[in-house]
């Protein structure tokens, strides 16, 4: 079974700095996927940015960005020129590789990281 | 516009009570998920459809039932037998398996509240 593990419940930035939450995992799999979700207090799940196992590059998604370090099963997310709008809770998340033919993807999710920007 | 509807927003249950919370979606999508958050928790499968017809158990599915009867639709009824339902549920669907990279990532409903009286 895969686990997800978010080692920072809390954290908090200024704006316009850069901020990174951090989440290791555990799997045997060689084959999966990782994310980050983001839930704002409307309660909506947003996706972050993702990234594939077998890609080395680490994605980038505009503002933020990733630091995929497959060895050490770590992900963390960075999110450089904080805004306001990026108070939210931020969830990191596991999926094994799904095979051709089938549709169903299993999320394993972290506790989540609650982050706050200040002006 | 394409989305993930979940009704009602708020919900109230008495004691020996069945509820159930609406999931209604028009991308398209094969395969719907239902997924209960809790505190500190982060967010835990309930139940996943990915045909018609088609519905497995996911990790935490002991008090709830679910139905597919059409492809937009995924129905999560929470039973009396469910002697925990105070949580917030969310509603999730992705596309089939003929997409590639795509069906790896899921949408997200905004969520129903569920309270016990």
Same mark, same amino acid.
């Given at each position: 079974?895969?686990?997800?593990?978010?080692?920072?419940?809390?954290?908090?930035?200024?704006e316009?700095?850069?901020v990174?939450l951090?989440? #290791?995992?555990? =799997? /045997?799999?060689?084959n999966?996927?990782?994310?980050?979700? &983001?839930?704002?207090?409307?309660?909506?799940?947003?996706?972050?940015?993702r990234?594939e196992?077998?890609?080395?590059?680490?994605? #980038?998604?505009?503002?933020?960005?990733?630091?995929?370090? &497959?060895?050490?099963?770590?992900? /963390?997310?960075?999110?450089?020129d904080?805004?306001?709008g990026?108070?939210?809770?931020?969830?990191?998340?596991?999926?094994?590789?799904?095979?051709?033919? =089938?549709?169903?993807?299993?999320?394993?999710? *972290?506790?989540?990281?609650?982050?706050?920007?200040?002006? | 516009? *394409?989305?993930? =509807?979940?009704?009602p927003?708020?919900?109230?249950?008495?004691?020996?009570?069945?509820?159930?919370?609406?999931?209604?979606?028009?991308?398209?999508?094969?395969?719907?998920?239902?997924?209960?958050?809790?505190?500190?928790?982060?967010?835990?499968?309930?139940?996943? /459809?990915?045909?018609?017809?088609?519905f497995?158990?996911g990790?935490i599915?002991?008090?709830?039932?679910? /139905?597919?009867?059409?492809?937009?639709?995924?129905?999560?009824?929470?039973?009396?037998?469910?002697?925990?339902?105070?949580?917030?549920y969310?509603?999730?669907?992705?596309?089939?398996?003929?997409?590639?990279?795509?069906?790896?990532?899921?949408?997200?409903?905004?969520g #129903?509240?569920?309270?016990?009286?």
């Amino acid at each position: 079974a895969q686990t997800v593990t978010q080692s920072q419940p809390e954290m908090s930035v200024q704006e316009a700095e850069t901020v990174t939450l951090s989440c #290791t995992y555990d =799997t /045997s799999e060689s084959n999966y996927y990782l994310f980050w979700y &983001k839930q704002p207090p409307s309660r909506q799940m947003i996706l972050v940015i993702r990234q594939e196992a077998y890609k080395q590059q680490n994605a #980038t998604e505009n503002r933020f960005s990733v630091n995929f370090q &497959k060895a050490a099963k770590s992900f /963390s997310l960075k999110i450089s020129d904080s805004q306001l709008g990026d108070t939210a809770m931020y969830f990191c998340a596991f999926m094994k590789h799904v095979p051709s033919g =089938t549709s169903y993807g299993k999320l394993t999710f *972290g506790q989540g990281t609650i982050l706050t920007v200040h002006p | 516009d *394409g989305g993930i =509807t979940q009704s009602p927003k708020y919900l109230f249950r008495k004691e020996g009570q069945n509820v159930t919370l609406s999931c209604e979606q028009n991308l398209n999508h094969d395969a719907m998920y239902w997924y209960r958050q809790d505190p500190g928790q982060g967010l835990r499968l309930i139940y996943y /459809s990915q045909i018609v017809n088609d519905f497995q158990k996911g990790d935490i599915a002991e008090g709830y039932s679910v /139905s597919r009867e059409k492809k937009e639709s995924f129905p999560l009824t929470v039973t009396s037998a469910q002697k925990n339902p105070t949580a917030f549920y969310l509603c999730a669907s992705s596309v089939g398996a003929g997409a590639k990279l795509a069906k790896n990532i899921q949408y997200f409903g905004a969520g #129903t509240r569920l309270s016990v009286l």
